[in-house]
């Protein structure tokens, strides 16, 4: 566990959710599908994007991307499961009927985060060759 990619992790989440506490009722409104959408094609590969740039940063070794992505990602699996409970609380600016969509675009940028531990340099990564059995 890298603590400073932690803390970056936790700079991200924090972030993101001043970020749609300020703006979400603009990006996820009931019934409008297209907010939706831009908030999964844009926080999957942005937060794969992110991950590179930080193991990159932080000079870790291909075989630490991994460890380097769960660090980046810990405080997001650890704290969204809070706002989705809380949703009201955390974010009274958005109706309620758009909680599964805010989860779920939670769930495709954690998925992002990991995605990205693959990408070394843009060939595919140590681990993406180990898992095409190479």
Known sequence: MNI???LYGLGI???ATIALRIA?????????WKGTLILFAVSFPLMAW????L????QLRPEQWPAGAVSIALPTL???PFSSAFFPVVFPNMAPEVAGCLAG???GAA????SGRFSVHGDGGEGASEAAGG
């Open 111 to 114: 998925r992002g985060r990991w």
């Open 105 to 107: 675009g939670c769930f």
């Open 4 to 6: 400073r990619l932690v």
């Open 13 to 15: 989440w924090v972030g």
């Open 24 to 32: 979400g009722q603009y990006l996820l409104r009931p019934g409008d």
């Open 50 to 53: 992110i991950v590179r740039r």
């Open 78 to 80: 650890l704290l969204d």
């Open 55 to 58: 193991c990159g940063r932080f």
